[in-house]
Each structure stands twice: as structure tokens, then as C-alpha cells.
């Protein structure tokens, strides 16, 4: 039987095929409200009702409307990651159904990179940051969330009278002589300073030094210039969770 892991973000809608191994074969980038685009890649994986389907969701609207596609086209072998208290991995969260279920699969997927007894912390670069600590046991011990790029400079545009939208590129210059380059030196390396600040942060208490994994639509561009070229980046880790979880037996559910 086929299987696919989705993660539905704020931004993007992500499909990913898994081989029989349980390796992520190819991952395909979506438009949020384009279902015609999601016809043509059911049609070009040739998909049908007997596809297995493991989704990771922290966008209830458009997990709505996937909802209803899927159901349209009698998909019935479908699994839920609404939130973190629906992936089983061990935690100290205080609330875990508060918790976003592409944290936890970030985690997830983490797991199985660490070595044994190693701590870990998972930079998630999406619309928001989150820092996620693991401990050398392999316990998630929560994280932080903060503003990613896109978010911060909205944030300033919408929020302001005159502010421009900005969209900063790698590394730009620390300050600027007119209000868009100092906008992007702003967003760009306030971002990139909050990073370094919440790593800094978690990786005290542990002794010796924790692995950092790099993963999101953004991590290319924030990775390196708080790790430098030792920045580990890997692609697609929600949906490496989530192929991890496929490969466990569970009753359907719709």
C-alpha cells in the first residue's frame, strides 16, 4: 500500500512519498489554496483511495480542506497530528494538546539522527521559530517559539503607518542608509540574534556540547550565519517524523 506524510504549515502544504523502507523518497512543495495543484500531483504520483496518509497539521483551515479532498476521492486510511499529544515520543510539556504537533514531529525525526546519551536542539525555521531541547536521555523538554522572517517583517509593515514590506536575503548588510536595507538589516539580524541567544540559552545544564539540527523552509538562510559552515541542516524533518510513525502499525482513522 502506498503511503504519504503531509505537513500542513501557515505557508506551505508539503506531500512526501514513502518507500517501502520507510525512507522519504520525494517531497513536493504545495499551494495552500490551489487544489488543482494538488489534483495534478495525486494524478502524477498516481495516488488512489488505498493510499495510507499520515498528516501533521497546525492549520485547521486548510487541514479542512484536505479533509474533504481526500474524502472525495475515498481515501479512508488517513492519521491525524493535530497537536504534540498525538505523536508518542516522551516529554516534560506541562500541556502537550497546546502543543504543535510539527514540534513534536521535528523532535521525532531528531531522534533518530542523535547518538546514544548525545542532547539535541531542533531549530525549526518556518513562519515561526521555535528551539526545542532534548536531553540526553532523548526527553523533549520544551522549546521556545519566537518571530521567523517573514512574520517579523509583516509584523512591521501591517503594524505600522509607513513601514515597507521587506524581504531580506542572506546575510545583508548590518545597517542601512535609507529605511528598506535598514528594515531588512533589522529583521534579518534580529532574527538571527534571537537564534543564537535561545541556543546559547538551552544548551546550558548539559556536559558536553548538544548537536544542532537545522530544519524548515528558512534554515538555509539562517543556519549559516549563526553556525557558520558546520551548520547541519536537515530537510524535511516534520515529515521524516512522520514517515517514522508510519512505519508503526495503527488503526485507521478519518
Same mark, same amino acid.
Given at each position: ?5 503531509? =505537513? ?12 517501502? =523502507?520507510?525512507? /522519504? /523518497?520525494?517531497?513536493? @512543495? ?9 489534483? #495534478? ?10 493510499? +495510507?496518509?499520515?498528516?501533521? *497539521?497546525?492549520?485547521?483551515?486548510? %487541514? ?32 502537550? *494538546?497546546?502543543?504543535? +504537533?510539527?514540534? %513534536? ?10 547518538? %546514544?546519551?548525545? @542532547? ?23 522549546? +521556545? ?13 501591517? /503594524?505600522? +503607518? ?11 548588510? #548590518? ?32 556536559? @558536553? ?9 528558512? %534554515?538555509?538562510?539562517?543556519?549559516? #550565519? ?19 510513525? #508510519?512505519?508503526?502499525? /495503527?488503526?485507521?482513522?478519518?
Amino acid at each position: 500500500m502506498p503511503t504519504i506524510v503531509a =505537513d500542513l504549515g501557515n505557508s506551505r502544504l508539503k506531500w512526501g512519498r514513502i518507500g517501502p =523502507d520507510g525512507s /522519504l /523518497l520525494d517531497v513536493a @512543495s504545495l499551494p495552500l489554496d490551489d487544489q488543482d495543484g494538488w489534483l #495534478a500531483l495525486w494524478n502524477g504520483w498516481n495516488l488512489d483511495s488505498a493510499t +495510507a496518509w499520515w498528516i501533521s *497539521s497546525v492549520n485547521p483551515p486548510l %487541514a479542512e480542506r484536505l479533509h474533504n479532498f481526500l474524502g472525495e476521492r475515498g481515501v479512508h486510511q488517513v492519521h491525524w497530528m493535530r497537536s504534540a499529544a498525538d505523536v508518542p515520543l516522551h516529554h516534560e510539556l506541562e500541556q502537550a *494538546s497546546t502543543a504543535g +504537533a510539527d514540534r %513534536a514531529l521535528a523532535v521525532l525525526g531528531a531522534l533518530d539522527l542523535r547518538e %546514544a546519551c548525545q @542532547s539535541c536542539l531542533v531549530v525549526l525555521c518556518g513562519t515561526a521559530i521555535t528551539v526545542e531541547r532534548i536531553n540526553v536521555e532523548g526527553v523533549w523538554q520544551g522549546g +521556545a517559539i519566537t518571530l521567523g522572517l517573514g512574520m517579523t517583517a509583516r509584523a512591521l509593515h501591517v /503594524l505600522t +503607518a509607513q513601514l515597507p514590506l521587506v524581504h531580506p536575503g542572506p546575510e545583508p548588510p #548590518a545597517w542601512g542608509r535609507s529605511t528598506r536595507p535598514a528594515l531588512e538589516a533589522g529583521v534579518y539580524w534580529g532574527v538571527v540574534g534571537a537564534i543564537r541567544e535561545l541556543l546559547g540559552k538551552q544548551a546550558t545544564g548539559f556536559d @558536553s556540547e548538544p548537536r544542532i539540527l537545522w530544519t524548515g523552509g528558512d %534554515a538555509p538562510r539562517l543556519a549559516p #550565519a549563526v553556525a557558520g559552515a558546520k551548520a547541519e541542516i536537515v530537510p524535511d524533518l516534520v515529515l521524516r517524523g512522520l514517515a517514522r510513525l #508510519a512505519a508503526r502499525p /495503527l488503526p485507521p482513522e478519518v
